[in-house]
């Protein structure tokens, strides 16, 4: 299932340093956030527990957690438009068990307005 796609912050304006190369901070406008609650299927479970017993990358759980990861970016992104910033600094990735098999995935950062430097 494909979630529908808001105006988000361009992603050349995110970044996890503090600063934005080339433009120049000019107003800071809070934290911004982007959570997502994911589970695993008992087939993706069952699969990923099959490609624990060969080693090796576990592909299904890595695809798992990078959408997981893309979705709460996407969300922070369109959340720091929607209070009109155009850039996110100082953004971070957090996770958290809810319950087993249950994971929070928290993507959050500054929101700020920026300008091109002079």
Do not use: W
Not at 25 to 35: A, D, F, S, W
């Amino acid at each position: 299932m494909e979630e529908a796609q808001h105006p988000a912050v361009d992603n050349h304006m995110v970044t996890t340093a503090f600063t934005l190369d080339g433009y120049r901070i000019e107003k800071n406008l809070g934290i911004v956030r982007g959570i997502i609650v994911r589970s695993r299927s008992i087939f993706g479970t069952v699969g990923a527990s099959l490609q624990t017993l060969v080693g090796g990358d576990i592909t299904l759980f890595t695809k798992l957690c990078e959408e997981t990861r893309m979705h709460a970016y996407q969300r922070m992104a369109e959340h720091a438009a929607q209070i009109g910033a155009n850039g996110v600094i100082g953004v971070r990735y957090d996770a958290t068990e809810v319950m087993q098999g249950v994971t929070e995935v928290l993507c959050y950062g500054t929101a700020v307005v920026a300008t091109p430097a002079r």
